[in-house]
């Protein structure tokens, strides 16, 4: 088929093109790029029944159908939201304003890398670990928990390459701050996991 061999062949040129970027313009991003970069990490796009109860199903795998992450967006310059913290809920796709106080740096969110501070936000990715022990009490679970991160934050740099932003994605966090600035419930059954900064590509 023609068309299904074009498809897969822009699909590879689109994974081929994904690169980390960390040098950015300082400008704002289209809020409809961001809330797509959302979605196609944490949307959730239908429901299973099982024996249990009905499960959500999302673009990404997820042991168990346990979907254990929300995301947390500070947006310093996206077009058509008002800068602050905010909450994207998976299930309707609306962001939720946590606060309007951002910090001063965005590096102060990514371990202090100062690369981050130019950038027009910041997706931060925070695991609820309770989701996944509930179902499963196998220590592996933890490994599974954390792989999931990197599934949705490959599909989010997808999205941000396509949309032609620059995004880099990090494991480097300030815990600390996060912990306080999100008001996460836990140290022990929650944490920050990864981040995902993106921005305006520079003109070349």
């Known amino acids: 088929n023609e ?9 590879l040129g689109l994974m081929a093109r994904r690169r980390s970027m960390r040098e950015t313009a300082d400008a704002a991003v289209p809020l409809q790029a961001v809330s797509d970069i959302l979605f196609s990490g944490m949307g959730i796009t239908g429901a299973v029944q099982n024996a249990v109860s009905t499960l959500p199903l999302s673009m990404t795998p997820s042991g168990g159908g346990r979907n254990p992450y929300e995301a947390y967006l500070f947006a310093r310059k996206v077009d ?21 106080e951002l910090p001063e740096k965005l590096g102060g969110l990514v371990g202090g890398q100062d690369w981050a501070d ?87």
């Open 3 to 11: 068309m299904f061999t074009w498809n897969i062949l822009e699909f």
């Open 80 to 100: 058509g939201l008002a800068p602050g913290i905010y909450h994207y809920s998976a299930i309707d796709h609306p962001l939720g304003r946590l606060a309007a």
């Open 118 to 204: 130019d950038m027009s936000c910041v997706i931060v990715l925070a695991a609820f670990f309770e989701r996944t022990m509930w179902k499963y009490d196998d220590p592996n679970a933890y490994r599974v928990v954390l792989i999931e991160a990197g599934h949705i934050g490959q599909n989010m740099l997808l999205l941000a390459t396509d949309a032609g932003l620059a995004a880099c994605p990090t494991a480097a966090l300030g815990h600390e701050s996060l912990f306080e600035l999100l008001q996460l419930p836990s140290r022990i059954t929650c944490a920050p996991v990864y981040a995902i900064a993106i921005g305006a590509r520079q003109l070349e």
